[in-house]
């Protein structure tokens, strides 16, 4: 049996590729097999330099396969694997058992850093078999508790320990005990803005999205940076969907545990915000997985790139698919749109004049469609500060972002202990027959709602939306059940004052 094993990664998961080597004689010629791309074909080159330096002169014909020869390799993290193959057919290492092997080699034998170690790490522990990945890897896979593990600086070290003459030293499992840093911007910074900043508190209490409407220099943006700093930190499974994910996406490892934040310019494509190319990379909407993904110049966005972003919103997850496969992301995402009521930005405010027509102005309103809206919980308007707020020098008075923070943590283990025993932490997640079973609400709202749906123009999916805020807003307050404050509340997020220009 083979024992020397590589990796190759479909979505966040590792797929073992067993790699076979014969030499025989003749003419020096190396040859790779196996349904390999263009980066583990050029495997060659590094391949003979490293083990050369390394010591290992390999002659003859060199075929190497890798299998199984119907799963597409990429990357270069298999040239580790290769290298230790060829030496052990050369005869100058031997393997006693399988091992799984993760790196990509310089000329010089030297082991550089590969994307994809976090999920070797959970292969390697599910199938009980030890790791050997690049030093630079060695961080972000201390944190899986139970991999079995070894960091190498270099090829010859790695044969060292492999004909036992020197040993490396197993790598130990440790934590992330730092809590997020000072918040920067922090909500007493932010002076004005007390509605977007009460919104800001209930997104983050119950995952809400949110849209922010306002003429530019309003603050949408600063707002929504100031979001990331009353999330609570993340917890132990959420920290590992993240750094499993920056590492299926060669990002570089953070130890921290701060929440994602991903802003991502409207030029983006389809592909760069929801993932895949020919290597089904994750996007962006999975980079900010438990976090928040902000798109500025919402409608500036292409159409298609807009309508994407309705299913992972309502599903959580987001299904990649290619010629070459498809794989399921994470997409927990909180998303903070932000917009202007019209292309010039003024239609509406106070100081300036709109300059534009009325076909321009419906022809802005309307690249946001019907569904992606219903799908964003909160719609908060941001009006322009008043010359006495802007050049104010004092304190702002308001709540540090700290403060915000606890009462954000205190709603969401409210909610944790409440949705437990269904599997989920969030009411946003809150599928609608459960939310109508175990809402909880006083009688009299049921009939208040019942008033409003006259008045307002809610679907279905629209109306469990507001019932999912209302829980939220009861939940800051510590109210076991929901009265009609919180639902009177959370419908005017809906057709409110923020709403009124896509009617207008």
Known sequence: MNNVCGLTLRGVKGVAVEVEVEITGGLFSISVVGLADTAVKEARERVRAALRASGVNMRGRV????????????????????????????????????????????????????????PAAFFAKENDIELFLPAKNADEVSLVEGARAYAVSSLPELFAHLRGEKRLKELQTRSIDSLPGPPDPDFADIKGQ???KRALEIAAAGHHNILFIGSPGSGKTLLARALKGILPPLSDEE?????????????PFEL?????????????????????????????????????????EFPEFQRDVIEALRQPLEDGSITVSRASGSVVYPAKVLMVAACNPCPCGYAGDSERRCSCSPFAIERYRRKLSGPILDRIDLHVAVPRLLPEELVSLGSSGAEKSETIRGRVAAAREIQQKRWASFGFQCNSEIPEKFLLK?????????????????????????????????????????????????VAEAISYREGEATAWMSA
């Open 63 to 118: 075929a190497i396969n890798l299998a199984p020869a119907d799963v597409p390799k990429e990357g270069a993290l298999l040239d580790l694997p290769i290298a230790v193959a060829v030496a052990s057919a050369a005869g100058y290492v031997t393997l006693k058992k399988r091992s799984l092997f993760i790196g990509e080699l310089a000329l010089d034998g030297r082991l550089r850093a590969v994307r994809g170690a976090v």
């Open 194 to 196: 007390a509605a977007a």
């Open 239 to 251: 920290l590992m969907e993240v750094i499993l994910l920056r590492s299926t996406a060669g990002l």
């Open 256 to 296: 921290s545990r701060e929440r994602p934040f991903r802003s991502v310019h409207h030029t983006a494509s389809a592909v760069a915000i929801c993932g895949g190319g020919s290597s089904l990379r994750p996007g962006e909407i999975s980079l900010a997985s438990r976090g928040v993904l902000f798109l500025d």
């Open 438 to 486: 175990n809402a909880s609400m006083k009688a009299e709202v049921r009939q208040f709602i019942l008033r409003s749906l006259k008045d307002v123009k809610l679907s279905g999916r629209g109306l469990a939306r507001v019932l999912r805020v209302s829980r939220t807003i009861a939940d800051l307050e510590g109210s076991p059940q929901i009265g009609v404050a919180h």
